[in-house]
């Protein structure tokens, strides 16, 4: 017997396992969550700039404070005002975000950005997706994560966005989380077909949960996943 070749296609085989046991998992986190909290109709906001704007402000903050910098704007947030205001008062009226001073001047690059499109979101949803996603991590200020948000709902382009929540959630349920993030990003969207509902519903769905029971401290009580969750499991068994 090919010792080798034998123990090769045993690690094959169970890498095989794993993956459809992983793709298995990430259905049903998907239809539980959907059954537990319903359609998250993301992302908040009242116009597809305002998205953009929100993708930014949210990095290393919570959402309530974007919202009290958005709220800020008066309703007057268009690209022209942005372009034009000093960056000194932008600051301060994007204070409750965190960051104020760094996260005015990357709202500034966006929008140099947004301008080349002449503002206006069909001329750039018309472009190639992988195009958008270069042109955006090219901007100083835009890591993946804000760039596939910005993709996903503002430009319509099908990316699954992995952030801390996703990490915290996958992890915690069992399933093998790669550190690099295309490359959990891939694996993702290898498990699930790209499509652009889906993808935006789960990751709304997913940071519910996060903020509901899936926190940095587990709250296991009443979760829907809890019969799937290897982390709950265990913390069940030492209590």
Known sequence: MNYHRYNSKLKNEKKLKSHIGSLKKIQI????LHRAYGNQNWWPSETTYEMMIGAILTQNTSWTNVEKAISNFQGDLSPERILNIENENLSA?????????????????LTNWYKKYNFNIKDAQNKDGELLRSELLDIKGIGKETADCILTYALEKPYFVVDTYTRRLFTRIGIEVPKDYDRFRLLIEDWIEKDLYLYNEYHA??????????????????CPLIKLCEFGKLKEVSH
């Open 205 to 222: 769905l997913i940071v519910e949960h996060g903020k509901r029971h899936c926190k940095k401290k587990a709250v296991c009580e009443g």
């Open 29 to 32: 986190i998907y239809n539980k």
């Open 93 to 109: 009226i994007i204070r409750p975000s965190g960051f104020h001073n760094q996260k005015a001047q990357k709202l500034k690059n």
